[in-house]
């Protein structure tokens, strides 16, 4: 296990800047996860650390020593890919033990150790077949027991749930942090989705663009986003945003007014959780316009005097139907403020 450090890690390919310049330490034996959508730079931050690619300026550390220089082989990481990647001719056991071979492991206890983890992924059961003979959730096994025989330092997860249907994504979650946890291996998880970032990681870390936009705890994110990429990434359904001009202690949007508990001035962008808009006997007019059954919740759609607003009700039935006319509540606390122009929150709060 290590702690990895990132230092003014930047990698620019001819004509495009692939990461622009990331900070970021990552404690011994946590699971972070890097989250964003294509193109923003994690998967790219993902093969500097496995040495697959070199940083074109910053440096990388395990342990405190600087690895920038160090193979792919010397830097003792296991990699599981989107793809698991597994040898089609060669047996589940064969394949678990394939990278001891680069480390001149005896046979007797490569295969120990090959069998020790296999158990550990619940594969053992499987080991004289070829992955053809697998389902997806067990190749996916397969070949995160291959990237832990050796015995890691650090662990990378590379998209690695994305070709699974959504119930073996919801048992695969659980089984790799189930196994993070009993080995305590330094993760580092890179996806698009959310829910795997939030449900897996200790710590999210979200790009954007070639930066780290913001990291922390998934409710940090959530409720308390640094900007407006963040507020408009995190969360599903995703967040109402609505264009705004404050003056002073009023903010127009749209046909609607609404006071602050602060001052501020000039363009803003409103942002109100579908969640914290509920149906009230009183409050902003709304047309609905559609209703979305979700299972548990229906997420409806409405014009009203801020636009068009989505809000969230309990309940498997819609009790609203299309061209209904309804009072909408905004909850102040849960209401978030942008500066427009630089995209980061404004610490202004909404009056009761």
Request: glycine share 8%.
């Amino acid at each position: 296990m290590a702690r990895i450090e990132l230092k003014n890690l930047r990698k620019e390919w001819v004509g495009a800047t692939a990461v622009a310049g990331i900070d970021l330490a990552i404690e011994n034996g946590a699971f972070v996860a890097v989250l964003g959508p294509s193109g923003c730079g994690k998967s790219t931050t993902l093969m500097m650390l496995a040495g697959i690619y070199q940083p074109t300026s910053g440096d990388i550390t395990f342990d405190g020593a600087r690895v920038n220089d160090v193979e792919a082989r010397g830097r003792n990481v296991g990699i599981v890919f989107q793809s698991y990647a597994l040898y089609p001719n060669m047996s589940v056991l064969e394949n678990i033990m394939f990278p001891l071979r680069f480390k001149k492991v005896e046979r007797a206890e490569a295969e120990a150790r090959a069998r020790e983890i296999a158990a550990l992924v619940r594969v053992d059961g499987f080991l004289d077949r070829r992955p053809s003979q697998l389902s997806g959730g067990q190749q996916q096994r397969v070949a995160l027991a291959r990237a832990l025989v050796k015995r890691p330092h650090l662990l990378l997860l590379d998209e690695p749930l994305s070709n699974l249907d959504a119930g073996l994504r919801l048992t695969m979650r659980t089984e790799i942090r189930r196994i993070q946890r009993e080995l305590g291996v330094t993760t580092i998880l890179v996806t698009h989705d959310q829910i795997e970032a939030t449900t897996m990681a200790d710590r999210v870390v979200v790009m954007h663009a070639g930066r780290v936009e913001q990291e922390g705890a998934a409710e940090d994110l959530y409720e308390r986003p640094d900007t407006l990429f963040v507020a408009s990434f995190v969360g599903s359904p995703p967040i109402n945003l609505f264009d705004g001009e404050a003056d002073g202690a009023v903010i127009k949007v749209h046909e609607a007014s609404i006071r602050l508990a602060d001052s501020t001035r000039g363009p803003v962008v409103l942002g109100i959780r579908p969640e914290s808009v509920q149906v009230a006997e009183q409050g902003t007019s709304a047309r609905v316009t559609a209703a979305e059954p979700m299972g548990r919740e229906v997420l409806y759609t409405a014009d009203s005097d801020f636009g068009v607003i989505r809000f969230l009700e309990a309940g498997a039935e819609p009790r609203h139907r299309e061209g209904d006319s309804v009072h909408l509540h905004i909850s102040p606390a849960s209401a978030l403020l942008f500066d427009k122009a630089s995209g980061r929150r404004i610490d202004a709060r909404i009056a009761a």
